[in-house]
């Protein structure tokens, strides 16, 4: 299945765009999603934390992603 | 959706006493309020400027989320107004502002101190902060 996930802040830095259209296999986690995309992409292992977000929401590691989900990469926030 | 509780995201300059007027309510004694601004330095370094970068749909989300935590904690909560800025900030700029509304006034600073502490964990919302040489994401790494 495709997914596109949105990239913010450094995670967007990192990967040199804002999103990502990739192409999964059907039941991935978001977990294996993190996995795989730090194993592209080696500096995002070195973040503080990296969170998955789905449909505004943070995933727990073993929800379920689906094509028509709102995904994005959630690296440490700052606001405030 | 909380009727008394007002959430915005903007990248206008924040209008400080539009947020305390909407946290005001007739049924509260005391209005208490955060107001965060840029400073120009960080860790030593002299800050030249900010960026804050928003994820805005989830930040709103969140920040309603927030809300709704510090209600269920203090539920004699009246009013409670976030808005945070994104953007290019100078220094001075107002960042972020909380107030919130409670009939007595310890209930109204507890309940502040945990909206803009939360914020600061889960709403996604990005900080970097320029340097005369270079720029930094706030806090992305160990």
Known sequence: MNLTVSLFGIAREIVGQSSLSLTVPPGQSAAGLLAELRATYPPLADLRSLAVAVNNEYAAEDLMLHERDDIALIPPVSGG | ?142
């Open chain 2, 1 to 142: 959706m909380n009727a008394n509780h007002h959430i915005a995201l903007t990248d206008q300059a924040i209008d400080v006493a539009a947020v305390l007027h909407a946290a005001e309510s007739a049924e509260a004694g005391a209005v208490n309020a955060f107001i965060g601004t840029v400073r120009n330095r960080s860790e030593g370094r002299r800050v030249v400027r900010l960026h804050y970068e928003a994820y805005p749909p989830m930040a709103l989300h969140q920040l309603a989320r927030v809300a709704e935590m510090a209600q269920a904690q203090w539920p004699m909560l009246r009013r409670v107004a976030v808005t945070h800025r994104h953007g290019t900030l100078e220094i001075g700029d107002v960042a972020v502002v909380v107030a919130v509304s409670t009939p007595h006034r310890a209930d109204s600073f507890a309940a502040c101190q945990f909206i803009i502490d939360t914020l600061k964990e889960v709403v996604p919302i990005w900080k970097k902060e320029e340097y005369e040489d270079g720029t930094v994401w706030v806090s992305a790494h160990p």
